[in-house]
């Protein structure tokens, strides 16, 4: 086995195990609830503080990867995100619990930051898009069979058990990454901007949470703050002799601009497709949650089946056409979905979702590819936590549409028959949201040039 196969493997299986327990988690938030007596108002901070730390260890793990090397700051993040489920796993407490879960985020965007520059570092230029299309796969795989998984050890081991998922293949990850410790690596050295670190990661802070607040005065407030905060990081980073992002990538680089705009309204528009469609096919269309999950099991199978087969073509065809097609099939499957009311058949709804997989997975690996192959080596770590970035703030952006939209025209009221129609209401007009960003989308695609 050649030193490029064994990387591929490495990384492969550490983000498969790693989105399989990340995905999995979400079934077993009512066991641990229990477990522990956590209360409705903490119970979401299990998730919350996982993405929030991710989100804010992104720019420092891109930054740090070009610093130290993009291989070695993977391993570091993934032996954190190892060691922090093993904790998770044995928690005797709800605090214990969140703490962890915190401490595997800052894994999670320590290696994810890492994990498609070790790629583009390893393969050669012409094979890269087939790479990073496994790796996506990877761990398109680990989120679809997540829930599945999650619900089998859930049931029969305990809820502890999904902590533990990702320990095997970490370690099999772990043992492939220390066969190369002693292959070279390219790092570009310099020194880390701690000021940068810390004001955008408060900004980050502040705009996620302040997401998941909205439409209240405080999430208003929070948002803004993070603006703020983002306008005076900026204004660092122009001056800082190190800076943590150097902006000059921005500069006269339309492909990075227009792909990394196209992927934060690709994740805008798709994000909270499962939230919305759940809801769909359990009130409007009386389907238990098992069978609403395979349902929406459709789009992200899909999307793994072909997301490798996409990144293959990027390496043949030019990536404006692929990734533009593919935003052009989510924005025709969205639209669809528009159309659904209480007498659409569940084969109508299921077309829909395999057509917005398909077009995911046709745009997901050359964008990636695109962003990639757009900066010089030493900026490829700040690049691939860009992309990770806009992967992050565009779910979350679709997630506060859909709820400032619930909130809006529902309100808090428990959802009974007598507001089904009220619901389909704000779902069709949550779906139509994101069609026009998805429609939005492909001219941001298109605009990125011949890659």
């Not at 492969?12 to 999995?24: E, H, K, P, R, W």
């Not at 320590?110 to 070790?118: G, I, Q, R, T, Y």
């Not at 069979?145 to 320990?167: A, C, D, E, K």
């Not at 030019?318 to 569940?346: C, E, P, Q, V």
Request: proline share 4%.
């Amino acid at each position: 086995m050649n030193n490029r196969t064994k990387i591929l493997i490495a990384i492969t299986c550490a983000m498969f195990g790693g989105s399989l327990m990340i995905s999995a988690v979400n079934v077993a938030l009512p066991e641990i609830s229990q477990a522990f007596n956590i209360g409705a108002a903490t119970l979401p901070w299990v998730t919350t503080v996982f993405f929030l730390a991710s989100c804010i260890f992104m720019l420092p793990g891109g930054r740090l990867s070009d610093i130290l090397g993009a291989r070695r700051m993977f391993t570091f993040g993934f032996i954190i995100l190892v060691s922090a489920s093993v904790i998770c796993a044995c928690s005797v407490s709800e605090w214990m619990l969140i703490l962890s879960r915190a401490l595997q985020g800052v894994g999670v965007g320590l290696s994810n930051a890492a994990a498609a520059v070790v790629i583009i570092s390893t393969y050669p230029h012409k094979e890269t898009g087939k790479a990073l299309g496994i790796y996506l796969a990877s761990v398109y795989g680990g989120l679809t069979f997540g829930p599945l998984i999650g619900g089998v050890l859930t049931q029969y081991l305990g809820w502890r058990s999904i902590f533990l998922v990702n320990v095997p293949l970490g370690l099999v990850s772990l043992v492939l990454l220390w066969q190369l410790r002693k292959v070279p690596e390219k790092a570009a050295g310099g020194r880390f901007d701690t000021v940068g670190g810390l004001v955008s990661g408060f900004a980050i802070c502040l705009m996620i949470y302040g997401f998941t607040r909205l439409p209240g005065q405080l999430g208003i407030w929070l948002v803004m703050a993070g603006m703020a905060c983002l306008a005076g990081f900026i204004w660092w980073e122009k001056r800082s002799t190190f800076p943590l992002m150097n902006l000059a990538i921005f500069n006269n680089n339309r492909t990075f601009v227009f792909s990394n705009l196209a992927a934060l309204i690709n994740y805008c528009a798709t994000f909270a497709l499962g939230v919305i469609i759940s809801l769909y096919l359990q009130y409007i269309k009386g389907l238990s949650p098992q069978n609403a999950g395979l349902m929406l099991g459709v789009l992200a199978l899909i999307e793994a089946i072909f997301t490798p087969i996409a990144g293959h073509l990027s390496d043949r065809i030019n990536i404006r056409n692929i990734a533009t097609a593919g935003m052009l099939l989510s924005t025709a499957g969205l639209a669809l979905l528009y159309f659904i009311d209480t007498d659409t058949s569940i084969i109508y709804v299921v077309a829909a979702l395999a057509m917005i997989g398909f077009g995911l997975a046709l745009f997901v690996p050359p964008n990636t590819t695109a962003i990639m192959k757009s900066v010089p080596p030493s900026s490829a770590g700040i690049a691939s936590a860009t992309l990770s970035i806009m992967r992050q703030f565009g779910g979350m952006i679709g997630l506060a549409i859909v709820t400032v939209i619930f909130s809006l025209i529902i309100g808090q009221v428990e959802i009974t028959p007598q507001y089904y129609p009220v619901l389909l209401q704000g779902i069709k007009l949550a779906l139509g949201i994101f069609a026009i960003f998805s429609f939005i989308g492909i001219f941001a695609s298109f605009a990125r040039g011949k890659s």
